[in-house]
């Protein structure tokens, strides 16, 4: 089972603008995890935020969490071609001593040139 | 630094054929989880390796099972192929206890069932 949502499904902007995807998950959670997927191939770790941490920055990329409403965005800044790809968020909890990760449903993004 | 790499990276079965999917670790990795991904859909966790042992399991069938080997390099083994296990395959490997890390993941496998 999913355990997060992303919204929207899919995006669709031009070269330049933002985009901002949302995920929204169900349980108690360590950290949130962004990853970008292009073309069906291999997830690319884009960035981790803790759960005591409400917003983090890397490059073009800023993360937000919210714990109460248990909601999490990406925002990427001055988008380009190269960022159509899925994003997917994921979310960490312990088990079992170790962390596992359990991945929404995604958001495919496609930039305009 | 090596990353994950996995192999086949293509695959093409019968139903009711029996698949091995491998899998490399990154350098210092120490754990491996495998994930299913239907088209379309986002990536669904089968279960996570560690010290050869498997350390958690999604909601999938006995038939879906694993190793993990000495070196950490590990094998996804499915039985009893049924069509809607075509899907993309993958492997990440990390660091037990590494709360402050992602997945590195491989490209993965994708595998068509007929």
Known sequence: SQQGEEDPQALSIQEGENATMNCSYKTSINNLQWYRQNSGRGLVHLILIRSNEREKHSGRLRVTLDTSKKSSSLLITASRAADTASYFCATGRPTSGTYKYIFGTGTRLKVLA | ?114
């Open chain 2, 1 to 114: 630094e090596t990353g994950v790499t996995q192999s086949p990276t293509h695959l093409i079965k019968t139903r009711g054929q029996q698949v091995t999917l491998r899998c490399s670790s990154q350098s210092g990795h120490n754990t491996v989880s495998w994930y299913q991904q239907a088209l379309g859909q986002g990536p669904q966790f089968i279960f996570q390796y560690y010290r050869e042992e498997e350390n958690g399991r999604g909601n999938f069938p006995p038939r879906f099972s694993g190793l993990q080997f000495p070196n950490y390099s590990s094998e996804l083994n499915v039985n009893a192929l049924e069509l809607d296990d075509s899907a993309l395959y993958l492997c990440a490997s990390s660091f037990l206890f590494s709360a402050n890390y992602g997945y590195t993941f491989g490209s993965g496998t994708r595998l068509t069932v007929v």
